[in-house]
C-alpha cells in the first residue's frame, strides 16, 4: 500500500512539473509573438517629417497608397521600383506607358486632380509639384501631401533634394545615392565638352505658332547652369512661361546651338510640327542652321517630366549627343 501512495506522488509530481514547463514554454511564446507585433506595430507607425516648400507634412515610411501629381516624381519611383496607386492619367509621357494599366487608378488632370476619386482611395501620400500648388490646401486635407516641385533657379540642388526625400520615404537611400552619382558623372563629362566647343546656345519652346525663349536659371536652365554651355543670351527674363520672343530675335542673338522643345507635341496636339516653323527663311541666316546645329529635344522629357531620376540623366544625355557630332 505504502508502495502504491510513493508511485502515485512520484507521478503526480512527474506532471505537475511537465504542466509548469508547457505553460512557461507558452508564455515565453506568447511574450515573443506579443513583442513581433509590437514590433511590426512600430515599424508601420513610423514617420518622416518632410520640409517643403509649401509646408512641413509627417509622412508614414514606406506608405502603401501613393498618389502621384508629378512625372518626375513617377519616373523616380519607377526607376527606384516603388509602387503606385494612382496619377493623372489624362497625358502620360510614352516612356511611362505602363501606367496606362488599369491598375493605376485615374485621379483627373495635372491641373485639375479628382477630389472624390483621391478621397475615395484614402491614400497615405499624394506627391505634388508645381502645377497642383494651387490646391495643396484641398489634397492635405485629404490626405499627407508632399510638394516636391523643381526649384529651376538651382537646379541640381533642388532635383537631389527630392529623390533623396523620396528615397528616405521608401528606405531607397543607397538606390538613390549610387544614380545621383551616376548623374553626376555624366555631367562632367558633359561640362568637358562644352567647355572645349565653346559655342553658345539658345533653348526655345515651340507652342503652335508661338516661340519662347528660356535662359539661365529658368525651367530650362539646366542646358546652361549644370551643363556649362554659354547662353546666346544672358538677358532672358526667367520665367515659367518664358520670354515672348520673335525669329528676328533668334536672328539677332544668333546662337551656335540651337534648342527647340516643341510644346504642342508635348501635350498632344495633333498636326504640329516645330521643324517646319522654326526653320524658316530667317532662322536659315543663324550660325545654327548653317552648321546643322539645330536639335529638337525630347518634348516628353523636357515638358512634362524634368526632374527624374531618368528624365534627368536622359536629359543630360541628349544634349551630350549634340556636342558630339
Not at 233 to 257: C, K, R, W
Not at 293 to 318: R, T
Request: hydrophobic share 35%; aromatic share 8%.
Amino acid at each position: 500500500m505504502k508502495k502504491f501512495l510513493l508511485l502515485a506522488v512520484i507521478a503526480f509530481i512527474a506532471l505537475f512539473t511537465v504542466a509548469c514547463g508547457t505553460s512557461e514554454e507558452e508564455n515565453k511564446t506568447s511574450g515573443s509573438d506579443e513583442g513581433s507585433k509590437k514590433e511590426e506595430s512600430s515599424e508601420q507607425s513610423e514617420t518622416i517629417t518632410v520640409k517643403h516648400e509649401l509646408g512641413e507634412t509627417e509622412v508614414p515610411k514606406n506608405p502603401e497608397k501613393v498618389v502621384v501629381f508629378d512625372f518626375g516624381m513617377l519616373d523616380t519611383m519607377n526607376k527606384l521600383g516603388i509602387e503606385v496607386t494612382a496619377l493623372p492619367k489624362k497625358i502620360i509621357p510614352e516612356y511611362l506607358s505602363e501606367y496606362n494599366d488599369e491598375k493605376y487608378e485615374n485621379v483627373g488632370s495635372l491641373k485639375e486632380p479628382d477630389f472624390e476619386k483621391i478621397a475615395e482611395i484614402d491614400p497615405d501620400l499624394i506627391i505634388i509639384s508645381g502645377r497642383q500648388s494651387d490646391v495643396y490646401e484641398q489634397l492635405k486635407e485629404l490626405a499627407p501631401t508632399v510638394y516636391l516641385g523643381l526649384d529651376a533657379t538651382r537646379y541640381m540642388d533642388s532635383f537631389k533634394e527630392n529623390v533623396t526625400t523620396v528615397g528616405e520615404i521608401f528606405g531607397k537611400e543607397e538606390e538613390v545615392k549610387t544614380e545621383l552619382e551616376d548623374i553626376e558623372g555624366l555631367i562632367s563629362s558633359v561640362n568637358e565638352k562644352a567647355e572645349k566647343l565653346d559655342k553658345k546656345a539658345l533653348l526655345l519652346l515651340a507652342n503652335d505658332d508661338k516661340i519662347s525663349a528660356y535662359g539661365p536659371n529658368s525651367r530650362f536652365g539646366l542646358i546652361h547652369d549644370v551643363l556649362g554651355l554659354p547662353a546666346a543670351d544672358e538677358n532672358i527674363e526667367a520665367s515659367t512661361h518664358g520670354m515672348n520672343v520673335s525669329f528676328e530675335y533668334v536672328v539677332e542673338q544668333n546662337p551656335e546651338l540651337l534648342y527647340v522643345i516643341d510644346r504642342s507635341a508635348a501635350i498632344g496636339a495633333e498636326g504640329s510640327s516645330a521643324k517646319q516653323m522654326v526653320e524658316n527663311e530667317l532662322v536659315e541666316n543663324t550660325t545654327a542652321y548653317k552648321n546643322d546645329d539645330i536639335y529638337y529635344l525630347d518634348p516628353e522629357l523636357w515638358y512634362l517630366s524634368g526632374g527624374g531620376l531618368i528624365s534627368v540623366k536622359e536629359m543630360i544625355k541628349e544634349v551630350e549627343a549634340s556636342l558630339e557630332k
